[in-house]
Structures are given as structure tokens and as C-alpha cells.
């Protein structure tokens, strides 16, 4: 057997290892795609109060809204469905061999974290009704 | 050439396939309702009401609601199949997920039906 010429690490020094832009893109479409899946009930429930037409579910849909800790949840889920949104676009586009280069891909992971956390901020903005 | 044996369960390439026709679904209606919204569908009750009510609106929600569960289904299933080894636990998993998904199924579509 030849001699290496260069020793192999024995461990994954996991504290040096950074993981590279598209796979950060990669983990957090499997963290937002579960975090939407178990917030599923929640947001049919918000679905079910907004077609509601009594009165309790009127009055139920505001509250539940208006509640701090829900609507920041709410907008979790928004960046969380963007996110995954984007990143399954460039996922989409990168199986039809589009971008598939170290630097396109690179700067499509970019993108993608910048246009989903913009989308977010603005879909806040227009359920904020600032237009 | 030596003869390719080829194992596994075989439906590795429909289930890769299938998460990418409704991730197509999902987007176009994301689109949808994303124009709906800035052309007002959400500026009453009323409005909102009428544009779920919409027969085609409706007809779209409900192949929406069907492709989420299946994406939903397949890529749930592989994170318990990545990070869940005992197959007793992975397979409870796999049917807790499943019952979850056809009961919000069910749920969903109800709330659209009875528009």
C-alpha cells in the first residue's frame, strides 16, 4: 500500500467545520418544512376562524391574532414558509442543472435567505396594514 | 459487463418525483393567492369569504391541500427514516404522521366545502 503523503484527520473536529452557505439553506429547509408541518393544525384553525361567520368565531379569529405570542408564531411560519419557498425554487432550479456551479450556487443561497427574510418583513408590513 | 443488482423498495423515484409536481402545485397557488391578497381578497370579511368560495379558488385549494399532505408526508417520513434507527419507534412515526396529515387533510377541505 502506498504511504500517504499527507496524514488523514483521525476525528471530525466538528468545532473547526463550518458548514458552507448552501448547506445552511439546505438544514433550515428541513428545519422550516418541519416546523410548518407541526404548526399545521394551528394554521387551520386560523384558516377555519377567518371564514367563520358567527360571532364567537369573529371574536375568537381577533383574539387569537391579536395575541403577541401567536402572531409572532405567525410570522415564524411566514419566514418558515418563504424560506422553504426559495430555497425549494433553487432546489427546483439546481435539478434542471441551472446554477450548479460553486459560485451560482453560492450566491443563489444567498439570495435565497435574503428574498425570504424580505418577503417576510414585507408580508408583516401588509398584515400590520402599513399598505 | 457484470449484471446491476438493484435492491430497495422502489419507490425512491416516484416519491422524488412527486415532491417535486407538488412543489410545483403549491407554488403556482402561492403565486395565486399572493396576487389575490394585494388585489384586496383580504381587505373584508366579506371579500375573503367570497374569494374562498370561488369555485375555481375552491377546486385549487383542494389540490393544494391534498399536494401539501403528500410533500408533507414524503418529507416528514425521511427525517424520522434519517435520524430515527429503532424501526418500532421509526414506524410509529411514520403512522403517527400519516393519521396526522390525512386527519388535517379532512379538516382542511371540510372548511372549504362548507363555504
Known amino acids: 500500500m502506498p504511504e500517504l503523503t499527507k496524514p488523514r484527520p483521525k476525528f471530525l473536529a466538528l468545532h473547526e467545520i463550518r458548514l ?12 422550516s418544512g ?8 394551528l394554521l387551520i384553525w386560523v384558516l377555519e376562524l377567518s ?6 368565531s369573529t371574536a375568537n379569529f381577533k383574539a387569537l391574532t391579536g395575541n403577541p405570542l401567536v402572531k409572532l408564531i405567525l ?4 419566514w418558515a414558509y418563504l424560506h422553504h419557498f426559495c430555497a425549494g425554487v433553487r432546489f427546483l432550479l439546481l435539478d434542471l442543472h441551472i446554477g450548479i456551479d460553486k459560485q451560482p450556487s453560492r450566491t443563489s443561497a444567498t439570495a435565497v435567505l435574503v428574498v425570504s427574510l424580505g418577503l417576510t418583513g414585507l408580508t408583516a408590513l401588509k398584515f400590520m396594514g402599513v399598505f | 459487463m457484470k449484471a446491476r443488482i438493484v ?37 373584508s370579511h366579506a371579500a375573503w369569504r367570497g374569494f374562498m368560495a370561488h369555485g375555481l379558488i375552491r377546486i385549487l385549494t383542494f389540490l393544494f391541500i391534498l399536494s ?12 424520522w427514516m434519517d435520524y430515527i434507527k429503532p424501526t418500532g419507534i421509526r414506524i410509529t412515526m411514520h403512522v ?5 396529515l390525512i386527519g388535517c387533510a379532512g379538516w382542511a377541505i371540510q372548511i372549504i366545502w362548507r363555504l
Open chain 1, 51 to 56: 371564514l367563520g361567520t358567527d360571532p364567537g
Open chain 2, 96 to 100: 403517527l404522521t400519516l393519521l396526522a
Open chain 2, 7 to 43: 435492491v430497495g423498495a422502489h419507490y425512491g423515484l416516484r416519491d422524488w418525483l412527486a415532491q417535486r409536481v407538488t412543489a410545483v402545485v403549491m407554488l403556482v397557488y402561492t403565486l395565486v393567492i399572493m396576487a389575490a391578497i394585494m388585489g384586496g381578497a383580504v381587505s
Open chain 1, 34 to 41: 418541519a416546523g410548518l408541518f407541526l404548526m399545521i393544525p
Open chain 1, 20 to 31: 458552507p452557505l448552501p448547506g445552511f439553506v439546505s438544514i433550515l429547509h428541513r428545519v
Open chain 2, 68 to 79: 401539501l399532505s403528500y410533500h408533507a408526508w414524503i418529507g416528514i417520513r425521511d427525517i
Open chain 1, 75 to 78: 410570522f415564524g411560519l411566514c
